[in-house]
Structures are given as structure tokens and as C-alpha cells.
């Protein structure tokens, strides 16, 4: 399991390519640095992944009951628009359009290292994102690590 860090800011060329920094493509081991999967993540950022982080995400995925309603939208919706990236000889990836479309992303871009996976935000939508009050800050890490272990049900912060 990966514990990438950092934020990076980064421009989107009008071709789709981005340049992966190598503060972040530095994290994983040699071998890794060139292949990625992209997918659509929450809130309208877009998931990239080292691709071997990939195969262990489709493995818990692939184990949801396909007979499940929930769990076949939500395997519709983990799935649509992935796509495979190389790493070419520029330290590019080539992004689809589909998926910069669902991001909303053109030109300035910021990418988010959150654990194992790289989180591809429009630079206005980011901004809209980090826009956390601190008192809220603190709200938030009450309701997700304040209880952990308690087995107490506390209220999410609204």
C-alpha cells in the first residue's frame, strides 16, 4: 500500500497531456512510474491510480454481488470512462476527454496525493473544496476519527 503525499499544481495542455510531477511520481517504486488508470472519483475529481493499485481496487470491486442493484451501479459507475495511461518520454499521460469533461477541467489542474491514489481536481473546483473552515475542520475529524473504536454513533457534521 502506497502513502503518496503532496499537492501539486499542474496545467492540462489543450491536447489533454499532463505532466506528472516528479514530487509525486518520486513516491513509487521504479517500476511503477509509468502506468496509471484513471477513473471518475467523488465530488468531480477524477482517480489516478499506479496501476497496480488498480488491480487490488477491481479485486474488492469485482467481489460485489452482481445480482445486488446497488452493487451493479455501483461497479457502472466505478468503471465508466477508466482508462489505462502510459507514462510517455515527456513524463506525460494523456487524459480522455470524457473524463476531463466530468471534471469540468481546462488548463489549470491540481493533483491531490491522498494515500494510494492521485485525486485530479479543476483548480476552481479544488479551491471550492479547501474552503474549510477550521471549526469545521474540527467537526469533521470528531465525526471521522473522535469515536473510532467506541462503537458509538455520532451525527456527521451538516
Not at 77 to 98: E, I, Q, T
Amino acid at each position: 500500500m502506497y502513502q503518496l503525499l503532496g499537492e501539486f499544481p499542474c496545467k492540462i495542455d489543450a491536447k489533454g497531456r499532463l505532466r506528472l510531477p516528479s514530487g509525486l511520481t518520486d513516491q513509487l517504486p521504479g517500476d511503477e512510474r509509468d502506468l496509471y488508470v484513471i477513473n471518475r472519483g467523488f465530488e468531480g475529481c477524477l482517480n489516478l491510480y499506479p496501476k497496480k493499485v488498480w488491480d487490488e481496487k477491481t479485486v474488492q470491486v469485482n467481489k460485489l454481488n452482481d445480482f445486488d442493484l446497488n452493487s451493479r451501479r455501483f461497479k457502472r459507475a466505478f468503471l465508466n470512462g477508466a482508462s489505462h495511461l502510459r507514462k510517455d518520454g515527456s513524463g506525460r499521460v494523456n487524459l480522455p476527454n470524457g473524463l476531463l469533461d466530468f471534471a469540468k477541467i481546462k488548463g489549470d489542474a491540481v493533483l491531490a496525493a491522498v494515500n494510494d491514489r492521485v485525486e485530479v481536481w479543476s483548480l476552481e473546483q479544488w479551491e471550492a473544496q479547501m474552503d474549510v473552515d477550521p471549526a469545521e475542520f474540527a467537526k469533521l475529524a470528531q465525526f471521522a476519527l473522535g469515536n473510532e473504536g467506541k462503537g458509538e454513533s455520532i451525527v456527521a457534521p451538516g
